[in-house]
């Protein structure tokens, strides 16, 4: 965008980081762990214990896996005859994540 538009640009979110945020990172980066790793197991555990109840928590390294593992845990799969459709913008990880668990069949 040129001139006056770009000024009055609406952002889909505008993000919110403080220097704790870039302190953290800046640690995971230096630790060589980015995926794995003492900062995931203390997240795991965190949100374990902030959900609740008998819940096991496991930090993923992307949305595909995640969505994966997802399907994996309520056992959902695909009837042999269907059609899948998907988001323009989604197809890439929503697809891998249905093809893989429906390969399984």
Do not use: K, Y
Request: proline share 2%; charged share 15%; hydrophobic share 50%.
């Amino acid at each position: 965008m040129t001139g006056s538009a770009a000024g009055n640009f609406l952002h889909f979110a505008r993000p919110d980081i403080t220097e704790a945020e870039v302190d953290a990172a800046a640690a995971a980066i230096r630790s060589g762990w980015l995926t794995t790793g003492t900062n995931a197991a203390a997240f795991e555990r965190e949100f374990a214990e902030f959900v609740g109840g008998d819940v096991l928590s496991v930090a993923v390294s992307s949305a595909t896996a995640g969505l994966h593992l997802s399907l994996e845990a309520l056992g959902i799969g695909l009837p042999e005859a269907c059609q899948l459709v998907f988001q323009s913008a989604a197809i890439c990880r929503d697809a891998r994540s249905w093809s893989s668990r429906w390969a399984t069949r």
